[in-house]
């Protein structure tokens, strides 16, 4: 099971989501759901992850790219970064919804968490360059996967 923490258009509760095998959210979000305005974005996922019990939470920050905060091999919590693959987005709607679901289609192949943020930050970029929110062909992100392999 995922979530997709938003609160454009509601006020987004983190504690409405238990135990989720992913959760996403922006940096922005977890913010305004935490009221935490000073701390980094490492304590910020680990808050994020013990509030909603979620081992594996991706934080988006845009031009910043996204962090991830996940259950590490042994079961100790990890952390690391994935750079923004779109420095020039033309639209962005539709970019979080796109990246939930890439990602736990991603997730759902058993795929390691950096892949599983991968996927969902090239998903992302390609929904963030063109306008509109239109569905994601297949064909596109096999394409943009083809040109950003993973290293």
Same mark, same amino acid.
């Not at 952390?79 to 033309?90: D, H, K, V, Y």
């Not at 306008?131 to 096999?142: E, F, K, Q, T």
């Given at each position: ?90 639209? @962005?709607?539709?970019? =979080?919804?796109?990246? +939930?679901?890439? &990602? ?6 058993? *795929? $390691? !968490? ?13 929904? @963030?360059?063109?306008? =509109?929110?239109?569905? +994601?062909?297949? &064909? ?6 083809? *040109? $950003? !392999?993973?290293?």
């Amino acid at each position: 099971m995922v979530a997709d923490r938003q609160s454009s258009s509601q006020l987004g509760d983190v504690s409405r989501f238990k135990d989720m095998h992913l959760l996403t959210t922006t940096e922005h979000e977890a913010r305004v759901n935490l009221r935490n305005h000073q701390d980094g974005l490492v304590v910020l996922a680990e808050e994020l992850s013990i509030e909603s019990g979620t081992r594996n939470v991706i934080m988006e920050s845009g031009l910043e790219g996204a962090l991830l905060q996940f259950e590490g091999s042994k079961g100790e919590p990890a952390a690391g970064r994935i750079p923004a693959l779109n420095p020039s987005p033309r639209d @962005t709607v539709g970019a =979080g919804a796109v990246f +939930l679901v890439t &990602s736990a289609m991603a997730m759902a192949v058993d *795929l $390691s !968490p950096w892949e599983v943020a991968y996927l969902g930050s090239i998903a992302a970029a390609v929904q @963030t360059s063109r306008i =509109g929110n239109r569905p +994601l062909p297949h &064909s596109d992100l096999v394409w943009e996967f083809q *040109l $950003s !392999p993973i290293s």
